[in-house]
């Protein structure tokens, strides 16, 4: 300690209201304050809304004001030190808390992008759904009832050779003719425009 006041003086002279003696313990104890709520603050959402260096001031006014009315016996710098860091951890876990009530929640209101990408569905929207079976619909609908059966087969997994036994003729002569028919379809409904 500056100017060789031993420790029991400063906090007597702190309990008296003295202003130097107060001045000289936040320039012995803020950066171990600090420390301790800098590593308390370790979830980067209650950084950005809490600054070490408030909740240091607020534990410091909180401790002269107790110190003030005598609240405390301390003996030694370790006490002291024991005691400020407990409040700071206190007052960091109160915020935390309270700022993750149900309407303030910090994790709440900000959304990274990734966390904005799991509830986006990048599948297709119910118009899209919906414009695709009319599609399919109308698409199945142009094809003669052959032409649509042959598809139908093929839609289910059935290979040429399948497709060929079930109803006759040969798979190249069954593929031919349904890739004509949907090159007709499509030509039809426009859909290469």
Not at 164 to 176: I, Q
Request: net charge positive; glycine share 6%.
């Amino acid at each position: 300690m500056s100017e060789g006041l031993p420790f029991v003086e400063l906090i007597r002279r702190v309990r008296a209201g003295d202003e130097k003696a107060s001045t000289e313990l936040v320039r012995l104890y803020e950066p171990i304050i600090r420390v301790a709520v800098h590593v308390r603050l370790n979830d980067p959402g209650l950084r950005r809304l809490f600054d070490s260096m408030d909740i240091c001031q607020s534990v410091l006014g909180n401790f002269f004001v107790r110190a003030a009315a005598g609240q405390f016996e301390l003996e030694r710098p370790g006490q002291l030190i024991k005691l400020l860091v407990t409040m700071a951890r206190n007052r960091v876990t109160n915020h935390a808390l309270q700022q993750q009530a149900a309407r303030r929640d910090h994790r709440r209101r900000e959304k990274t992008s990734s966390d904005c990408d799991e509830l986006i569905d990048h599948g297709p929207s119910p118009s899209e759904v919906v414009s695709g079976k009319e599609l399919l619909e109308a698409f199945r609908g142009r094809l003669s009832p052959d032409e649509r059966e042959v598809a139908e087969l093929r839609t289910l997994g059935q290979s040429w050779p399948e497709i060929a036994a079930k109803l006759g003729g040969t798979p190249n002569a069954l593929r031919v003719r349904l890739d004509r028919a949907l090159d007709r379809v499509t030509r039809e409904l426009r859909l290469l425009d």
